[in-house]
């Protein structure tokens, strides 16, 4: 993977990694203002996960990078994301558009963060769909799951 820079996110941690990694799944956008979205369609995801914190776990991690990439890349890989159980064919907040797939990440990477002692913070994820488009999701402040 060629290195990316991405846009910075503002937090007040120590410590901040970032993790980069690609999926292919497909998808599409069940609504008919979605235009050619809405027939069924692959792409190569690519992913970055920004996660922070001020304390490192009894690794001296702040958390490791193989379980953040397979919380997403084991469930999304290779799937058709309309048919897992986080997104909807019925409530457009639930559609898998790259906004709602990088909010989607957020939340999963999020509901394992707050199991850690240490209590990291996923503060950003950056969703590139295509060459040209990409998401970036970035939770209010005091967000969790």
């Known amino acids: ?6 846009p910075p996110a503002v937090h007040g941690y120590s410590f ?11 998808h599409y956008v069940p ?9 069924q369609h692959g792409h ?15 690794t001296g991690f702040l958390v490791n990078f193989k ?4 919380l997403i890349h084991k469930r999304f890989d290779h799937t058709t994301l309309n048919e897992d159980a986080s997104f ?11 906004e709602v797939v990088a909010r989607t990440i957020w939340e999963i990477v999020q509901e394992y963060l707050d199991t850690l002692p240490n209590k990291p913070a996923c503060v950003q994820v950056y969703l590139r769909e295509t060459p040209t488009s990409y998401c970036i999701y970035r939770p ?3 967000d969790r799951i």
């Open 67 to 70: 379980k953040v990439k397979d």
């Open 31 to 39: 609504h008919e203002d979605a235009g050619k979205c809405s027939v």
């Open 140 to 142: 209010k402040e005091g």
């Open 1 to 6: 993977m060629m290195q990316q820079i991405y």
């Open 88 to 98: 909807s064919d019925e409530d457009a907040e639930f559609f898998p558009t790259t």
């Open 16 to 26: 901040e990694i970032n993790k980069d990694f690609h999926f292919a799944a497909a």
């Open 44 to 58: 190569t995801y690519f992913t970055n996960i920004t996660v922070a914190g001020d304390e490192l776990d009894h």
